[in-house]
């Protein structure tokens, strides 16, 4: 079992950054890959980027490629969302969870925080 909590979320104006946590419970934490996905009203929630187990393989969507930096630190249980150039279009919950896959799909991750609101204003 896998607990996640986000944090980090908040308002931003546009052009700025937030940097997004996932503090994880469990002693298995690493052997897990991470993902963040995010879901704005009235959407289906969507892929945003992953992290291999060990932090060598990084994956990210085509919209915050460039923007976005996925990254953990084993030792302290916990994934992080750097976003910069932050664009209305990202305004979202944003969620982390956790999958023995190093995966893009949302069926395959078996573990999810209770996500972070992220606001930006143009």
């Known amino acids: 079992q896998v607990q996640l909590v986000e944090s980090g979320g908040g308002l931003v104006q546009a052009g700025g950054s937030l940097r997004l946590s996932c503090a994880a419970s469990?002693?298995?934490?690493?052997?897990?890959?991470m993902g963040w996905f995010r879901q704005a009203p009235g959407k289906e929630r969507e892929f945003v980027a992953a992290?291999?187990?060990?932090?060598?393989?990084?994956y990210y969507a085509d919209s915050v490629k460039g923007r976005f930096t996925i990254s953990r630190d084993n030792a302290k249980n916990t994934v992080y969302l750097q976003m910069n150039s932050l664009k209305p279009e990202d305004t979202a919950v944003y969620y982390c969870?956790?999958?023995?896959?190093?995966?893009?799909?949302?069926?395959?991750?078996?573990?999810w925080g209770q996500g972070t609101q992220v606001t930006v204003s143009s």
């Open positions: 992290i291999s187990w060990s932090g060598g393989n990084t």
């Open positions: 969870a956790a999958s023995n896959l190093f995966t893009i799909a949302t069926f395959e991750y078996d573990y």
């Open positions: 469990g002693r298995t934490f690493s052997s897990y890959t």
